[in-house]
Nanobody, 119 residues
Framework: QVQLAESGGGPVQAGASLRLSCAVSGGTLTNYVMGWLRQAPGKERDLVAAITWSEGRTYYAESVKGRFVISRDFAKNEVFLQMYSLKPEDTGVYYC????????????WGQGTQVTVSS
């Protein structure tokens, strides 16, 4: 089974940059979509960015377009979320997740990594 492990979160000041990593193990990802989802305090978990593993097609939530970049490394089996110009509203637990292409729901999740942006 696919297993995911996030790293790279932490406390930062507004305007700073941060890169999250997600190490993927236990399966091949040819037909999968990798996503980064964020859960802010008291809110639902929302999709922030996603990438198709094979083609590298990307999706971004409006709130992060132009500030976040999702990418993947085939050799290392890792997915990254590079975050620039962080805002306090970016605060939350960031989860790496995977789903089959065409599926509506992410089926495997990492444990999450906390990102806290102070003003």
């Amino acid at each position: 089974q696919v297993q995911l492990a996030e790293s790279g979160g932490g406390p930062v000041q507004a305007g700073a940059s941060l890169r999250l990593s997600c190490a993927v193990s236990g399966g091949t990802l040819t037909n999968y979509v990798m996503g980064w989802l964020r859960q802010a305090p008291g809110k639902e978990r929302d999709l922030v960015a996603a990438i198709t593993w094979s083609e590298g097609r990307t999706y971004y939530a409006e709130s992060v377009k132009g500030r976040f970049v999702i990418s993947r490394d085939f050799a290392k089996n890792e997915v990254f979320l590079q975050m620039y110009s962080l805002k306090p509203e970016d605060t939350g637990v960031y989860y790496c997740a995977v789903k089959l292409r065409g599926s509506n729901e992410y089926s495997r999740w990492g444990q999450g990594t906390q990102v806290t942006v102070s003003s």
